[in-house]
C-alpha cells in the first residue's frame, strides 16, 4: 500500500482579540466606514458612464420579465446575475424616470456591494494570516485605494463579481485546514456555488477561480483533490441552469453568436474597445497620466510577486490557494496587455487579490520580529537588524499607500465631474423633447452622448448637410477629450468643421471628458451669425486638460 504524503499544514496564529470588539462588529465597522467613503460625493464625482448606461437599461427590462434586452434585441454578451440583482434593487427603491439620478441608484448598489467586499477581506485576511490587525488594514487599504474607489463607484459587473469571488475563497479556506471540517463536501459545494455566482455575474471571473481550482488540482495545492473537484463543479451550476433556460426557450443559437464574439474580443481577434484598440492612446500613456492619481494602487501592484513569494515558500493549502488567486489575475492580465482587449475595469480583477496577497504576505513576515524590547537583546544582530528593517519597510509602504490615497480621494471628490447630468438639465429647459441631435462621438457606435441623451432627444450621426436637413438637425454634442484620444466613431475633422459652423450655447469642462460642449445648428443653406467661441471650436486645449 502507497502512503500519500499530506503537505504540510501550517496552523495559524491565534487571532489577537480587542477586547470588548468582536470581529464581526469590526468587519460591520469596516462596511459602514467604506460605504460612507463612497456615498459621499457619489453623483457629483464621476461622471456617467456608458457602460452603466448600457446596464441601467438591461437591470430595467430584466425587472419587466424574460431575460435581459436592450431596444437592438437580447443581450447575451455578459451573463444576467448583475442585471437581475440591479432588476430587484430597482424593485426595492423604485426606478427614478431620470436616466442620471436612476444611474445614481444603481451606482449605490454597487457601493454596498464594494462595502461588503472590504468586510470579506477583513476577514479573510484575518483567517488566512491569524492576525485581525492585518485584516483591517488591507480593509482599510481597499477603502482608501482610489482604483477600487472609482470601479466601486460605477454601477458595473465588476464590484459584484469580486464580491462573490472573495467570499468563496474565504469559504474556500475552512476546507484547506487539516482535518477537513465537519461536513466538508456541502461546504464545498457552497463554496463552488459562490464561485458560480461570480461566474453568472461575468465570465472573466472563470479565469479567477475555475483556473486556480484546476491548477491547484494539477499541483496537489489547497483542499484534497475530492473536495476541490466539488468545488469546481458546483461552481457551473449556476450557468449551466443558464443555459439549459436559453437552449429550451430558443434563444441558444443568439447566445452562441454573442459568446463568439466576446471570445474575438478576449483574445484580441476584435479590437474595437480598450488600449490595444487602434487609434486610442497607448496603456504607458494612460498609466502616466493618472499616476498622480492612482500612485499608490501603482505601488501596491509592484509589491504582488513579493507577496505572491512568501504565500508560496510557506506550503500551508490555504495560503497557496490565495497565491493561484492572484497569479492567475497577473496572467489574465498580462495576457489582455499583450494579446487581448484590455479595458479599464479589467485591474479590478488584479488589485483585489493583490491586497488580499500583501495583508497576509505582510503579517506573516512582521510577525517573525519579536514584540517584547527584551527579547530583541536576544538575537543576533544581523536577524534583529532584517527584522527591524521589515518593520519600518512595512510601516512605510503603509503610510505612504494612506497619504496618497487620502489626497486622491479628497481631490477626487471636491471636483466636479456630472457634465452629463448638468448637460441633461440644461437642454431639458432649453431643447425640446424628441429634437434631432448629432453626437459627435458617435450614435450608431453607441457612445456616451447617445446612450446618455437617447431617452429624450433622436440622436444620430448626422454630420453632412443632405442628412441633417432631412433629419431637421438643430444641435451638436461633443466631448472633446473622446475626439482628442480617439475614441470618436466620426472623423473628427468633420465634427470639428461642423462646430464651427455652429454657435456654443453650453460648455462644461470635467475629468472625465475634458471640455463637454452642446452647440446650436444653423439648418444646411443658412447663414449663422453668431460663430462659436475660438477656444471651443475644436476642442483643443480642453480635451486632454484633466
Not at 24 to 40: C, E, G, M, S, Y
Not at 105 to 123: C, H, P
Not at 218 to 233: K, N, S
Not at 473 to 482: A, F, I
Request: overall charge positive; some cysteine; proline content about 5%.
Amino acid at each position: 500500500m502507497t502512503v500519500t504524503e499530506q503537505p504540510r499544514t501550517r496552523v495559524p496564529a491565534p487571532v489577537r482579540r480587542v477586547r470588548g470588539l468582536p470581529t464581526a462588529l469590526l468587519a460591520l465597522a469596516l462596511f459602514a466606514l467604506t460605504a460612507a467613503l463612497r456615498i459621499v460625493g457619489l453623483d457629483r464625482s464621476a461622471d456617467l458612464f456608458v457602460d452603466e448606461l448600457i446596464y441601467r437599461e438591461l437591470g430595467a427590462s430584466a425587472a419587466r420579465g424574460g431575460f435581459p434586452r436592450t431596444d437592438e434585441g437580447l443581450f447575451f454578451l455578459h451573463p444576467p446575475g448583475y442585471f437581475y440583482v440591479q432588476a430587484g434593487w430597482g424593485e426595492l427603491i423604485g426606478f427614478s424616470p431620470d436616466l442620471a439620478t436612476s444611474i445614481y441608484e444603481a451606482r449605490l448598489l454597487s457601493v454596498l456591494f464594494g462595502a461588503g467586499t472590504a468586510a470579506l477581506l477583513m476577514l479573510l485576511v484575518t483567517r488566512a494570516s491569524g492576525s485581525r490587525i492585518a485584516g483591517v488594514l488591507t480593509a482599510l487599504l481597499f477603502a482608501l485605494d482610489p482604483y477600487v474607489i472609482r470601479q466601486n463607484d460605477r454601477a458595473m459587473l465588476d464590484t459584484l463579481t469580486m464580491f462573490w469571488v472573495v467570499a468563496g475563497y474565504l469559504a474556500l479556506l475552512g476546507l484547506c485546514r487539516r482535518p477537513g471540517p465537519d461536513r466538508k463536501y456541502g461546504r464545498a459545494v457552497a463554496v463552488g456555488l459562490l464561485f458560480g455566482m461570480a461566474l453568472l455575474t461575468k465570465e472573466h471571473s472563470a479565469l479567477i477561480t475555475l483556473l486556480p481550482l484546476l491548477l491547484a488540482l494539477l499541483l496537489g495545492w489547497g483542499p484534497p483533490r475530492r473536495l476541490l473537484a466539488t468545488v469546481a463543479g458546483a461552481s457551473l451550476v449556476p450557468y449551466a441552469a443558464y443555459l439549459t433556460v436559453v437552449y429550451t426557450t430558443g434563444h441558444f443559437e443568439g447566445f452562441l453568436w454573442a459568446k463568439q464574439n466576446g471570445v474575438q474580443r478576449l483574445i484580441g481577434v476584435v479590437q474595437d474597445t480598450g488600449f490595444n484598440a487602434e487609434g486610442t492612446p497607448s496603456l504607458a500613456s494612460r498609466l502616466a497620466a493618472e499616476l498622480a492619481t492612482f500612485a499608490s494602487t501603482y505601488g501596491l501592484l509592484a509589491l504582488g510577486p513579493i507577496a505572491l513569494v512568501v504565500l508560496i515558500r510557506r506550503k500551508d493549502p490555504g495560503l497557496r490557494m490565495l497565491a493561484l488567486f492572484e497569479l492567475c489575475a497577473g496572467f489574465t492580465l498580462l495576457f489582455a496587455l499583450t494579446q487581448g482587449t484590455l479595458e479599464e475595469q479589467a485591474l479590478y480583477l488584479l488589485v483585489v487579490p493583490n491586497l488580499a496577497a500583501l495583508g497576509v504576505a505582510g503579517a506573516l513576515l512582521v510577525r517573525r520580529v519579536p514584540a517584547a524590547p527584551g527579547r530583541m537583546k536576544d538575537e543576533r544582530p544581523a536577524r534583529l537588524l532584517r527584522r527591524r528593517f521589515l518593520l519600518a519597510t512595512t510601516a512605510l509602504v503603509l503610510g505612504a499607500a494612506t497619504v496618497f490615497s487620502s489626497v486622491s480621494y479628497v481631490e477626487g471628490r471636491t471636483q466636479r465631474d456630472d457634465g452629463f447630468a448638468r448637460l441633461r438639465a440644461y437642454m431639458a429647459e432649453n431643447v425640446p423633447n424628441g429634437a434631432a441631435v448629432t453626437a459627435g462621438d458617435g450614435a450608431s457606435a453607441g457612445g456616451i452622448s447617445s446612450w446618455a441623451l437617447k431617452d429624450r432627444y433622436q440622436v444620430g450621426d448626422w454630420l453632412t448637410p443632405a442628412d441633417r436637413e432631412h433629419s431637421r438637425v438643430r444641435y451638436l454634442v461633443v466631448p472633446w477629450k473622446l475626439l482628442d484620444q480617439g475614441y470618436g466613431r466620426l472623423d473628427a475633422d468633420s465634427v470639428r468643421r461642423l462646430a464651427k459652423e455652429g454657435r456654443l450655447v453650453f460648455s462644461v469642462h470635467e475629468r472625465s471628458y475634458g471640455t463637454l460642449a452642446l452647440y446650436e445648428l444653423p439648418l444646411p443653406g443658412q447663414a449663422n451669425g453668431k460663430a462659436s467661441p475660438a477656444g471651443h471650436l475644436t476642442g483643443a486645449g480642453s480635451g486632454h486638460d484633466r
